[in-house]
């Protein structure tokens, strides 16, 4: 019989209850589900990069979008951060609520593949400028046989950049559009964004403008409302919608029973006209 499957992004906003992400996820697998939970770390990153006094800078695209820039100490940082301190406090907490998890990078087994990008254009004081020597990539083919493996012995896969580029070298790549690809490439019934605000807010500043739903366009920036961090799981929920995904919600990772509160309803749903429908994805793998 085929499980259920659901890929969680668990966003690194210091906010997100990454505790009650956790015993969410225990609940699923209880009820005889199969999660895969992607996670990014921004907290333990700003942390761990003012620690080791490395620069922080973020980089906005000419249509709005920011990403951190990542240098080949911010390279480091965020490796260290990721795979170092969040993953192995992840593991541990599910393994603590009876949920046997394994961690990953996208560099195991090469899962995420990635082309670095040798210039990426920027805004910088009201100019667009090529900034170069930025170790960050754009994913491309996933190999899901790892994953596919674990999530029929019963394993909960915790995953996380970097992913390996072109040259065999590890890349930064947005954790978001990971969870997007991975729940593309596995096949998943749905895919739940949880951050450190209540969904997508019509009003930035007003967390109880919340929108039930919200369209994104086929191409170019994903809408005036959404900046920064929202702006990028916006890209990936596009992505994971054009990829066939059924259901893309984006929620609070803040709250009491996030995951729960998400399927049932809460945060945003995020739609894409020209979507695939259900009907027209190709059959999921049992797992």
Do not use: W
């Amino acid at each position: 019989m085929t499980r259920l499957l659901t890929v969680v992004k668990c966003g690194g906003n210091p906010a997100v209850d990454s505790a009650g992400i956790c015993a969410d996820v225990a609940r699923l697998v209880q009820r005889g589900e199969s999660v895969v939970l992607v996670h990014g770390g921004s907290g333990e990153i700003a942390r761990l990069a003012g620690k080791l006094d490395v620069p922080q800078r973020t980089l906005v695209a000419p249509d709005g979008v920011s990403a951190r820039y990542t240098d080949p100490a911010m390279l480091e940082v965020v490796v260290l951060a990721l795979a170092g301190a969040v993953k192995p406090a992840l593991v541990a907490a599910l393994s603590g609520l009876g949920v046997p998890a394994v961690g990953l990078t996208g560099l195991d087994g090469g899962m995420l593949r990635a082309r670095r990008k040798p210039a990426v254009r920027a805004v910088v004081d009201g100019r667009t400028v090529l900034v170069r020597d930025n170790h960050s990539g754009q994913l491309g083919a996933v190999r899901t046989e790892l994953l596919d493996g674990l999530l029929r012995s019963g394993f909960v896969p915790v995953v996380s950049p970097p992913a390996i580029d072109e040259h065999d070298h590890p890349v930064n790549v947005n954790a978001d559009r990971v969870a997007a690809a991975l729940t593309v490439a596995l096949g998943a019934d749905r895919l739940v964004l949880l951050t450190g605000a209540p969904g997508v807010l019509a009003d930035a500043g007003d967390d109880t403008s919340v929108q039930s739903t919200y369209e994104v366009p086929p191409t170019g920036a994903p809408g005036s409302v959404a900046g920064g961090g929202m702006a990028l799981k916006l890209v990936a929920a596009r992505e994971a919608l054009a990829g066939g995904v059924a259901s893309v919600r984006i929620a609070d990772g803040r709250v009491p029973d996030p995951i729960s509160r998400a399927l049932a309803g809460s945060g945003t749903t995020v739609t894409m006209a020209g979507a695939l429908s259900v009907a027209g994805r190709s059959t999921r793998k049992g797992n």
